[in-house]
């Protein structure tokens, strides 16, 4: 368990009741530069950097303190003095009888997206006092126009009623290798230009004729470029508009700062989610282990002058189970990281197909309730293949696991192997509480449970793991279900070589 959360990606910190620190993993370390010696007991405000608004800090403690799972960002200060942004969330963990003993904070350093958004919003502020001078600049006299558009660096044109052109300046011609003539008294249309992007400028120009006032637009070129463009109306000596002069500007680099802002709070999105489901899930799938383990521990020590080694081993054993249900819980997490970050690496191994699976079914037969039976087929001549041993042992291990714990007892669960086209193929069928069809889709996300099993225990984590190792192999997975009468999923695994059959 301990190993899980040391080697986790993200910051995690647990405090006591009273907000004194406990623990840190070493990526809080390594975000604040403080070491656990450094952090021990004390209160996690050694890292505030008097940014943090005291509302935050009162919503924070308000919600924990009834009960609640809070998030939120914060600007701390590190070790060193320098600063970093981060997104928290904050869970109370409470003991066996609903009290509670801890805080679970898991941090994920936000600061490359709050310097971007930082940069972009000087870069939209510079724009804009761009955009006001390129504005001033275009009203002037006919004169001085044609001499600023001559020796602009931005895109400048001149259109009539009927959308036609009555002037580009010489970046107009170097951007689109049309000769200046070739503009004069013809269409964006007539000149070929993409008709989305035709439909967008002449709606935009006869819009500015109409209202008689400044407009602008952003749109992409063909080759990508993004520009921004000012429209704006020229009036006559009768304050008629007979003209719209149009000034453009790349902002190509603002598009991409905007579009890596994007990805970037996207990924965070989808980590705090998942972060949100793990607390939400590890304070409720921890709470039952620790309270046996606290329980036990607790009987143990006031009866065990007076028990019988039977009676004792008997709750030596809730103690260990429980431990091995935290490490596994832990282990999935762990492994779920380690997916994130690319960092599973494959072991080939020649692996004797009969005895695999063999093996398998042998591991799982403790789970299997009254008369419930494991019936497995593997293609004839089948001996040796080359495959990571351990990863394809997680895939079939957790659909028979499943196969045996959502389905009755006197059940039946298949088992089906075969090789085609240098693949693994294996079926596994049950007939238990099925899956909705509205569901399928989800399955696979971390901790998603269904409707119909979260009576049953379970954490939710096991076909998002059995998804991510069939990533890592580049396998496929199909699934059927129907509630009530069963579920069968089909998995077709690549092989790295050619199998050996007899």
């Known amino acids: 368990m301990s190993q899980a959360v040391e080697q986790n990606p993200v910051s995690i910190l647990i405090t006591d009741a009273d907000g004194n620190i406990e623990y840190v993993n070493k990526k809080f370390v390594q975000m604040t530069g403080f070491t656990l010696k450094e952090v021990i007991h004390k209160n996690p405000r050694i890292l505030q950097s008097g940014f943090t608004s005291r509302k935050l800090y009162d919503d924070l403690w308000e919600a924990i303190s009834q009960g609640r799972i809070w998030q939120g960002e914060f600007q701390n200060k590190k070790k060193d003095g320098s600063y970093y942004w981060h997104l928290m969330i904050l869970s109370p963990l409470r003991d066996g009888e609903g009290r509670i003993v801890n805080y679970l904070a898991v941090q994920q350093d936000i600061t490359e997206r709050k310097v971007l958004e930082g940069e972009l919003k000087k870069y939209r502020e510079h724009l804009e006092e761009l955009v006001e001078k390129r504005t001033n600049e275009l009203r002037v006299s006919e004169g001085k126009f044609r001499t600023l558009a001559e020796s602009s660096d931005d895109t400048i044109m001149r259109f009539d009623k009927e959308s036609k052109h009555l002037y580009v300046n010489p970046v107009v011609v170097k951007q689109t290798g049309i000769p200046s003539n070739d503009f004069i008294g013809k269409t964006h249309r007539e000149l070929g230009f993409p008709e989305n992007l035709v439909q967008l400028w002449e709606t935009t120009i006869q819009n500015v004729f109409a209202s008689k006032e400044k407009n602008r637009i952003e749109f992409q070129l063909p080759n990508n470029i993004w520009i921004d463009w000012i429209l704006l109306p020229v009036f006559n000596e009768k304050n008629e508009v007979d003209s719209v002069i149009t000034s453009g500007r790349d902002i190509t680099s603002l598009k991409e700062y905007e579009k890596r802002i994007e990805e970037a709070f996207k990924k965070e999105k989808e980590l705090s989610e998942l972060k949100s489901k793990f607390i ?210 089909d998995v077709s695994i690549p092989l790295f070589d050619n199998i050996t059959v007899l």
């Open 280 to 489: 939400s899930a590890a304070s409720h799938e921890f709470r039952t282990p620790l309270a046996a383990i606290l329980s036990s521990a607790q009987l143990i020590k006031r009866y065990s002058t007076k028990w019988k080694e039977d009676e004792i081993n008997e709750h030596h054993k809730v103690i260990n189970d429980s431990v091995k249900n935290i490490t596994a819980l832990m282990d999935d997490v762990l492994l779920i990281s380690k997916s994130e970050e690319g960092k599973i690496k494959l072991r080939i191994e020649d692996v004797d197909i009969e005895e695999f699976l063999n093996s398998l079914i042998i591991g799982v037969k403790p789970l299997l309730k009254s008369e419930q039976k494991i019936n497995y087929k593997i293609a004839t001549g089948l001996k040796s293949i080359k495959m990571d041993r351990k990863i394809v042992s997680q895939i079939i291990g957790n659909f028979l696991s499943n196969a045996i714990k959502y389905s009755s007892a006197g059940s039946e669960v298949e088992l089906l192997s075969d090789i085609q086209d240098n693949k693994l193929l294996v079926r596994v069928k049950d007939t238990g509480i099925g899956i909705a069809k509205e569901e399928l889709q989800l399955i696979f996300d971390p901790f998603y449970r269904t409707q119909n099993a979260i009576h049953i225990e379970g954490t939710g984590l096991g076909l998002n793991i059995v998804k991510r190792m069939l990533d890592v192999l580049n396998g496929t997975i199909e699934v059927d279900s129907e509630i009530g009468k069963g579920t069968t999923f």
